[in-house]
């Protein structure tokens, strides 16, 4: 079966019952694009019962993480930000009264996830025992990230960590001279002729996980990592985002804010079910939203699954 047929009998059979969106596209040219409908959410605000369609936008969760890697290699291609080898804490001159013990941390220790902080994304994240909820609801994120203290070695072990998001887009906004948004709007989504949405919390875009996209757009920035950047983001930082750097599990890795699984694809992922994955090797990008919010998160697996296998 072609990947329309085998999805098309997924759904039929209901294996995939909160799929909102399924886009897939092979070599730029759209191969299949499915919609559903169900309750969805802004963040944690209920939107009621949507149906979905090509123009309705959805949250990508952490999604937003890829996507401010993309815009990171943008500013660093326009000397706007530190190189991943530089050290962190000097981008952070406001917060030099935290800088004692942490002067070994890098900027590619945020890239990867890898900072070695106390922190802890595995509660729900309607909970303020949730690092990122908790670092959201501060007076002052940044500072809350920094004031983490090292428990482990950086560098060596990936810990989930979406203060490592909030800090790289702060880098961008500093470097940049604007808003995140601003910057992303003029370099990326603008000239894509992208439509987006950036859910703000006291008034600063939240790089973690705010982003609001249609899963055409998803495709649109697969595709864009999959032709190496076209020009809006330097080739070599595309390379360089998906080389697997810090091992998660056996065949799963991360690079720059991206999974990679080697020789196979690379993924951003979002919680509920939101997901891009490029597949250099058969020409595929798979972009998914769905509604699986802080559950297992199967319908959008199994549709992967069915357009993987085909493609």
Avoid at 9 to 26: D, E, F, K, S, W
Avoid at 278 to 300: C, F, H, I, K, W
């Amino acid at each position: 079966m072609d990947i329309a047929e085998r999805i098309d009998a997924l759904l039929a059979a209901g294996g995939a019952p909160h799929l909102h969106g399924l886009v897939v596209v092979r070599d730029g040219r759209v191969e299949l694009e499915r919609y559903g409908a169900g309750e969805d959410f802004r963040l944690n605000v209920p939107l009621g019962h949507v149906t979905f369609g090509p123009d309705v936008a959805h949250d990508v969760r952490s999604v937003t993480k890829s996507v401010v890697a993309l815009l990171y290699g943008a500013a660093l291609g326009d000397g706007l930000v530190p190189a991943p080898g530089e050290p962190l804490l000097p981008a952070f001159p406001a917060y030099a009264d935290l800088a004692e013990g942490k002067e070994h941390l890098t900027v590619e220790h945020a890239l990867t996830m890898t900072l070695g902080l106390d922190w802890n994304e595995d509660v729900p994240y309607t909970s303020t025992a949730n690092s990122e909820v908790a670092m959201e609801e501060a007076p002052d994120r940044y500072r809350y990230v920094l004031e983490r203290p090292v428990v482990e070695e950086p560098g060596k072990r990936w810990r989930y960590c979406g203060g490592a998001a909030a800090l790289l887009g702060r880098l961008i906004a500093d470097g940049a001279g604007v808003p995140l948004e601003e910057f992303a709007r003029e370099r990326l989504f603008g000239p894509l002729g992208m439509p987006f949405e950036w859910t703000a919390h006291r008034g600063v875009a939240m790089a973690a996980s705010g982003l609001r996209l249609r899963p055409r757009d998803l495709a649109e920035l697969g595709s864009l990592v999959l032709d190496g950047g076209r020009g809006l983001v330097p080739r070599q930082w595309i390379a360089e985002m998906l080389r697997p750097r810090v091992r998660i599990a056996d065949g799963f890795e991360y690079g720059y804010q991206w999974y990679v699984s080697p020789g196979r694809w690379a993924a951003a992922i979002g919680n509920g079910g939101q997901r891009i994955v490029v597949a250099p090797e058969s020409r595929l990008v798979v972009a998914v939203t769905a509604g699986d919010y802080d559950a297992d998160q199967s319908s959008a697996e199994a549709v992967l699954r069915e357009a993987l296998a085909a493609g």
